[in-house]
């Protein structure tokens, strides 16, 4: 896939998670632990604006200080925030690279996008456009072993939407298989329960991959893909 496409595919997910934050309001949940759609919205644009808060996303001494920008970021006019998001990092961050945005905010508005459906009561999957099922298969295809390097056992991802694709993201003496779309795939590599997928394996092994912790989100510090 040729870079313009994936920023293309960012660009879309980002308008219409902005979308999506408008109509809901600041109030509302998202799947983001603790997080409401403000909190959201203010970690986007922190994201994207602030590398000095960058440093304590993991925890540890500089925590406190990411804790404090979040906050302050929150505190703003929400209106001023989406409309922050909506019309993208600042000149000077490398999120506005071309290359940047379209390989890793596609993931990152993807799943956000997704973590404010999903925790609407009803909530649906989308039928994403190909290109999107495409680019986020790759990016499993390619990083898989990060996310998933919580898990005890190994684990095969198994594209049900192409017949016969399937990629082990992780070796190991339990195995589980995890079936869905790419998009669904996605949001259980970002650690989200809410998904359309099925989990295969022993007894054991499925329940050892429930508890399991996936992907510690580090993009804050260089985007991972």
């Not at 949940?29 to 986007?44: E, I, K, Y």
């Not at 979040?70 to 209106?79: C, R, T």
């Not at 072993?145 to 399937?166: C, I, K, Q």
């Not at 190991?172 to 989200?192: W, Y």
């Amino acid at each position: 896939m040729v870079a313009v496409a994936a920023i293309d595919l960012a660009r879309s997910e980002r308008a219409e998670l902005c979308d999506l934050l408008e109509q809901t309001g600041p109030d509302e949940a998202t799947l983001c632990a603790g997080w409401t759609t403000r909190d959201l919205a203010a970690h986007l644009v922190i994201r994207e604006g602030r590398p000095d808060a960058a440093l304590g996303v993991l925890g540890g001494p500089l925590a406190s200080w990411t804790d404090k920008v979040q906050n302050d970021a929150a505190s703003q006019d929400y209106d001023k925030l989406v409309r922050l998001v909506r019309t993208g990092p600042p000149v000077w961050s490398y999120f506005r690279l071309p290359w940047v945005d379209g390989q890793f905010n596609t993931i990152e508005y993807y799943v956000h996008h997704e973590d404010v459906r999903r925790a609407q009561p009803q909530w649906s999957t989308r039928d994403l456009d190909p290109e999107l099922q495409d680019f986020l298969w790759d990016r499993l295809t390619f990083a898989g072993r990060g996310w998933f390097h919580g898990v005890a056992g190994g684990v095969t991802l198994v594209r049900t939407d192409r017949p016969d694709t399937s990629h082990k993201v992780k070796s190991g003496d339990a195995m589980i298989t995890i079936s869905g779309t790419p998009g669904e795939l996605m949001m259980v590599a970002f650690g989200r329960r809410e998904a359309d997928v099925e989990i295969e394996g022993t007894e054991e092994a499925v329940a050892s991959f429930a508890q399991a912790t996936l992907h510690i989100d580090t993009d804050d510090l260089w985007p991972e893909a």
